[in-house]
């Protein structure tokens, strides 16, 4: 059974940083590409990173120069560090393979001073 847990959200002020964490389970996680998503409130889920098997992010161009998604097959994890945070950036953030269906509960990222 595929599981997703997401955790490392919370309250920040704008400019401040945070890093979420995604592990996974019931898959042989090693070998798809992993990306993570967000939703704002009253907006669609948007993806913002993707973190494919040759080693190659992407981005979505809001987040560009702030983020960096990376991962750790050895622990079934990948992880999105998000720095200099902007109030538009409050979201719940989802991590989701994409060849594989299923989203965990998400990890709510308040940016607010």
């Known amino acids: 059974q595929v599981q997703l847990v997401e955790s490392g959200g919370g309250l920040v002020q704008p400019g401040g940083s945070l890093r979420l964490s995604c592990a996974a389970s019931g898959f042989t996680f090693s070998i798809y590409i992993v990306s993570w998503a967000r939703q704002a409130p009253g907006k669609q889920r948007e993806c913002v990173a993707t973190?494919?098997?040759?080693?190659?992010?992407t981005y979505v161009d809001s987040v560009k120069g702030r983020f960096t998604v990376s991962r750790d097959n050895a622990k079934n994890t990948v992880y999105l560090e998000m720095n200099s945070l902007k109030p538009e950036d409050t979201a719940t953030y989802y991590c989701f393979v994409p060849d594989i269906s299923g989203w965990g509960q998400g990890t709510q990222d308040t940016v607010s001073s």
């Open positions: 973190f494919s098997l040759g080693g190659i992010t």
